[in-house]
């Protein structure tokens, strides 16, 4: 059974930091590109940032610049540091595998990430 495990969320300030990190389990991580998705309050999950296989990143138009994913394939993770916040960023964060869309797998519980003065 496949199970994603995310953390690092909490509240922060506009322009402050955050990372994230999401423990995977029970799949083959180095056979699947991975993405952090997120999904704001009364808004549709949307896809944040990806990374492929080999390590090539791909970031939605918002986050540019401002979002870094990488991968540790020896502890099956994935993280995302999140710079420069903004209030919109405000939203449950969530990792699964595929480089858009909707993952594919289930999901796990997510990070809550709160970005306010």
């Known amino acids: 059974q496949v199970q994603f495990v995310e953390s690092g969320g909490g509240l922060v300030q506009p322009g402050g930091s955050l990372r994230l990190s999401c423990a995977a389990s029970?799949?083959?991580?180095?056979?699947?590109?991975m993405s952090w998705f997120r999904r704001a309050p009364g808004k549709q999950r949307e896809w944040v940032a990806g990374?492929?296989?080999?390590?090539?990143?791909n970031y939605a138009d918002p986050v540019k610049g401002r979002f870094t994913i990488s991968r540790d394939n020896a502890k099956s993770t994935v993280v995302l540091q999140m710079n420069s916040l903004k209030a919109e960023d405000t939203a449950v964060y969530f990792c699964?595998?595929?480089?858009?869309?909707?993952?594919?797998w289930g999901w796990g519980q997510g990070t809550q990430v709160t970005v306010s003065s």
């Open positions: 990374i492929s296989i080999g390590g090539i990143t």
């Open positions: 699964n595998g595929g480089l858009s869309g909707s993952g594919y």
């Open positions: 029970g799949m083959i991580f180095t056979n699947y590109p």
